[in-house]
């Protein structure tokens, strides 16, 4: 799990690593560069968003956080 993760738990099995290099040659590949991630306004989800927009930055891929009311969210 990425460093970012709250309370993560060690690395427990060869294919549950976090390899940033491997992600960005991945993204590459599928010509991705951005994405967008919908979240619950007021839901307490904004770390979690913000950590997630850090780590994709990190392998070159561009996060739009979108908040939407609860009852829309749905």
Sequence with gaps: ??????????????????????????????????????????GGHDRVAQAIRGDLAAVGVDLVIEELPFAEYL
């Design 1 to 42: 799990m990425p460093a970012a993760v709250p309370d993560r738990a060690p690395v427990s099995c060869d294919t549950c690593r976090h390899l940033p290099s491997l992600a960005a040659a991945a993204f590459a590949r599928a010509g991705v560069d951005e994405l967008t991630l919908t979240i619950d306004a007021g």
